[in-house]
């Protein structure tokens, strides 16, 4: 299995890089300790792909968004589908991870 992205995370993911100025950035997903159910996902933009990166390139090519996980966080990650959502109560990225046991009620946090 891989990670998955989705359209509207694609599309938002190609707006930031716009805003921020940094249209050749990657995408950067992955998990540290903490949260209130152990682990937590994170994002960031990074200049370019570690060396032991895993790397996946999502959309078309003009719009074409490189997403890199370091090799720990893609034990954790393998299989996630991320999406965008913009909603009332909710606006971010939405990780729906079928390794995640339990999570927490905002999503933020899970466990395996």
Known sequence: MAIELTERAVGRIN????KRQT?????RIGIKGGGCSGLSY???FSPKAEEKDKVFAFGPDEGKVTVV???KSYLFLNGTIIDWKSELMKTGFEFINPLAKTSCSCGESFTV
């Open 15 to 18: 707006e930031l890089k716009k």
């Open 23 to 27: 249209p050749e950035h990657v995408f």
């Open 42 to 44: 994170f994002v960031d």
């Open 69 to 71: 996980i370091d090799r």
